[in-house]
């Protein structure tokens, strides 16, 4: 994998092979961050990563000024290669070794972006979770977007709060905003 654009554009992470993950495409992250671009400024937002993996996404947001990042992983390989990693670009990444659901029940911290990676066989039911326990415990900013990414193949449409979707390849994002009150 390597971080697409900002301070560390071009650098590449090799994450240990023993690590369960599946780290989003080159191609799906730049799309993605494309996006967001022209929504925020990175140095201003604040970002939950959950099911973060390599920590794949929080570089990026690092890379391009963010300052404000955690990091929620279950898998001890996971949060060690993050810390060693974001210690050795000096990133500003926090990390939390939790399972996401419980994190998200506790944590009182609110922030722009939260995007979450779950593994592509989740049950839709466990997929749904994740924006039932963000919007149920108020986790976004007014401005904030959750984002979920999952195979093309699992449609998240019928969710609450969802907006809209993008594929790419095999990739597809959910995009999920608070809902606006009229």
């Known amino acids: 994998m390597r971080i697409i654009s900002g301070q560390f554009k071009g650098r590449r992470i090799t994450a240990p092979k023993k690590l369960p993950v599946r780290p989003t495409t080159d191609m799906a992250k730049e799309s993605l961050f494309n996006i967001l671009n022209n929504q925020y400024y990175f140095d201003e937002i604040s970002v939950l990563d ?14 391009r000024g963010t300052n404000d990042i955690t990091a929620v992983d279950e898998h001890y ?30 944590v009182k911290q609110n922030f722009t972006i939260i995007f ?37 193949h699992t449609d998240l449409s019928h969710l609450e709060q969802y907006s809209h979707s ?3 390849g095999g990739n597809r994002f959910s995009f999920f905003l608070v809902a606006s009150e009229t």
């Not at 070794?97 to 419980?102: G, Q």
């Not at 990676?117 to 904030?144: H, S, T, W």
């Open 50 to 63: 959950l099911f973060a993996g390599t920590g794949n996404i929080s570089y990026e947001f690092a890379s």
């Open 77 to 106: 390989g996971c949060i060690k290669f993050i810390n060693e990693t974001s210690e050795e670009f000096e990133m500003p990444i926090e990390t939390i070794k939790s399972d996401v659901f419980k994190y998200l029940e506790r």
């Open 116 to 152: 979450a990676d779950p593994p592509y066989d989740f049950p839709v039911e466990e997929f749904a979770k994740i924006p039932q326990l963000v919007f149920q415990n108020a986790l976004l900013e007014d401005e904030g977007l959750l984002i979920v990414e999952h195979s093309k």
């Open 166 to 168: 993008k594929s790419y």
